[in-house]
T-cell receptor
Framework: GENVEQHPSTLSVQEGDSAVIKCTYSDSASNYFPWYKQELGKGPQLIIDIRSNVGEKKDQRIAVTLNKTAKHFSLHITETQPEDSAVYFCAASTNTNAGKSTFGDGTTLTVKP | EAGVAQSPRYKIIEKRQSVAFWCNPISGHATLYWYQQILGQGPKLLIQFQNNGVVDDSQLPKDRFSAERLKGVDSTLKIQPAKLEDSAVYLC????????????FGQGTRLTVV
């Protein structure tokens, strides 16, 4: 089955700096890659996703890149703010239904004011 | 629009006891998922329903876990008997039954087995 590895497990940045989280996947059939933000005591919330026919996608301060050849994808957050502090999960799916995904183990992002 | 509702929020039981979790998906969402999230790990899919039918339960430990969605709306997940390693957050998610659609997660039920 699919295996998703995510790093770093923890990331601390100063407010205004950029943060980058990287993931690799094993199943070449995976074609959908969502990213989730999970705040304490809440369920994961989709923040951005990318499909295999796209190499990059941007939404305001958040961008994702995908390299299908190397089987890795990354999340970039620019101009970080304290409210960006949370656990971020990458995931991979062979189904464009976001609910059926294999998740990475998460990155705890702390943005220091 | 109301989100995915789950109850209870917290549950503490002794090992070998049984426990049940309830999920009410977003209205109109035909697809429902149960995930297990162990502390420090990402969510792991346990079972997927399409209306009241099971689509994928390959990762559900069927010797102790069961789930149902009798009328294609609410769902329950049961553990009987519970083991210490079942301590986790159990997340329910739902989505529309079509491609390129987002899944919405509930807040989860935190289970502690002592």
């Amino acid at each position: 089955g699919e295996n998703v590895e995510q790093h770093p497990s923890t990331l601390s940045v100063q407010e205004g700096d950029s943060a980058v989280i990287k993931c690799t996947y094993s199943d070449s059939a995976s074609n959908y890659f969502p990213w989730y933000k999970q705040e304490l005591g809440k369920g994961p919330q989709l923040i951005i996703d990318i499909r295999s026919n796209v190499g990059e996608k941007k939404d305001q301060r958040i961008a994702v890149t995908l390299n299908k050849t190397a089987k890795h994808f990354s999340l970039h957050i620019t101009e970080t703010q304290p409210e960006d502090s949370a656990v971020y999960f990458c995931a991979a799916s062979t189904n464009t239904n976001a609910g059926k995904s294999t998740f990475g183990d998460g990155t705890t992002l702390t943005v220091k004011p | 629009e109301a989100g995915v509702a789950q109850s209870p929020r917290y549950k503490i039981i002794e090992k070998r006891q049984s426990v049940a979790f309830w999920c009410n998906p977003i209205s109109g969402h035909a697809t429902l998922y149960w995930y297990q999230q162990i502390l420090g790990q990402g969510p792991k899919l346990l079972i997927q329903f399409q209306n009241n039918g099971v689509v994928d339960d390959s990762q559900l430990p069927k010797d102790r876990f069961s789930a149902e969605r009798l009328k294609g709306v609410d769902s329950t997940l049961k553990i009987q008997p519970a083991k210490l390693e079942d301590s986790a957050v159990y997340l329910c998610a739902s989505s529309l039954d079509r491609p390129n659609t987002e899944a919405f997660f509930g807040q989860g039920t935190r289970l502690t087995v002592v």
